[in-house]
């Protein structure tokens, strides 16, 4: 019985056969990227996600929405005007020799407007003015930036400044970027609409939409191109046909011209190379864990059905697992998160559900918390 035990602690729970270790299902030429679908979260590539990198322009995405949490929460409204200071002028206009919008100094611009620039025409001075008229300075601003994605689920990102131009402090990842441009669309649909805005006119100076891949015809309604001398060109999309939402963050591409391909290509393979499986109906029980010194074993469960995409040319390379810290001790009560299953495509962890009792366990007799203990021991000596 402990030897049965002891072997149920590392099971792994494998809904398919797992084979040899392979190469990515697609290849790229970005050096960093990150692609999911955006109702159920399962990543279908994933390249050097979590690399620091610099963000450039894809900063932006992070400045749009400490604007957007502001407006929601009532500190703002889109009628706010926000005077344009020497520093915002000179720093990110048209002196600056960098995306402007060409605002005027000492003038005063609807935040609607800014958002606008900042968006369609990726203006550096919009941000400056946003940040220094939102915080007093780009240093205060860019805390806030930090702070807020923290917030919102983004790990590793730091933010130096509003508007991405070259900061010591200033680093991304793609994964983060996903999050973020996931939390954007699904948060502010109201404001997601102007990353789908071909063009905008500001200061008599018509200027066009910076991403290249709206114009195809092909979904994408968003979000951010941007480009360093020290990380290349990079991107962060949507597309969003067949009823079906992707979002994309790559990176470390060599020309615009590149950054227009590939990305072109991995989001139409996205949705073209995988198909919808159910793995865990509702309420479907998905595993069965040993408690430390319980009554009996923890009958655990997702909150809904458990759905991934797998690739439609070889759907035998998914496998899942449940992982949880051992031990499991009682008493525990009904509803405890207590595991996550992590479903994997190949190599790639794809998917990740938390798991939760669906009865309580109480504590066992004793002489089942002694043989709890004994199996304990045994595995420290392990």
């Excluded at 479907?284 to 439609?312: C, H, M, N, Q, W």
């Amino acid at each position: 019985m402990v030897a049965a035990r002891l072997l149920f602690v590392f099971a792994l729970l494998v809904c398919c056969a797992v084979g040899p270790v392979r190469a990515q299902l697609f290849e790229t030429r970005a050096q960093q990227a990150y692609l999911i679908d955006a109702e159920t979260g399962t990543v279908l590539f994933a390249k050097n996600e979590n690399d620091l990198v610099p963000p450039a322009s894809l900063a932006k995405l992070m400045t749009m929405e400490v604007v957007f949490h502001a407006i929601r929460t009532g500190r703002l409204t889109l009628d706010d005007t926000f005077e344009v200071s020497e520093n915002a002028w000179r720093t990110g206009g048209a002196m600056s020799r960098t995306s402007t919008m060409f605002a005027e100094l000492k003038s005063s611009i609807r935040l609607e407007d800014l958002i606008q620039g900042v968006i369609v025409q990726s203006a550096n001075d919009g941000c400056i003015i946003i940040a220094e008229g939102m915080a007093g300075s780009e240093e205060n601003f860019a805390r806030l930036m930090t702070e807020r994605a923290r917030e919102i689920g983004l790990t590793q990102s730091v933010f130096g400044n509003s508007n991405g131009l070259p900061h010591p402090d200033s680093k991304v990842t793609m994964k983060d970027l996903v999050t973020l441009a996931r939390h954007i669309q699904a948060t502010y649909p109201e404001f997601y609409r102007y990353y789908s805005q071909k063009d905008f006119t500001w200061n008599n100076i018509l200027q066009r939409n910076r991403n290249p891949l709206l114009g195809l015809d092909i979904g994408v309604d968003g979000l951010k191109t941007g480009f360093t001398e020290e990380s290349g060109y990079a991107i962060v999309a949507s597309i969003n046909r067949d009823g079906r939402r992707l979002f994309l963050a790559m990176g470390g591409m060599a020309s615009e011209r590149e950054r227009a391909e590939e990305s072109r290509k991995m989001l139409e393979w996205g949705i073209r190379a995988f198909e919808r499986r159910t793995l865990f109906a509702q309420d479907e029980t998905i595993g069965e864990l040993s408690v430390y010194g319980g009554a009996g074993s923890a009958i655990v469960r997702a909150k809904g059905a458990v759905d991934i995409f797998v690739p439609i040319t070889n759907p035998n390379r998914l496998a899942a697992r449940i992982t949880y810290d051992w031990p499991l001790r009682a008493p525990l009560e009904a509803g405890a998160q207590v595991g996550v299953l992590k479903v994997y495509i190949g190599d790639t962890l794809s998917q990740e559900t938390p798991l939760y009792v669906v009865e309580g366990v109480a504590k066992g007799p004793l002489y089942s918390q002694a043989l709890d203990a004994l199996l304990e021991l045994a595995q420290f000596w392990l």
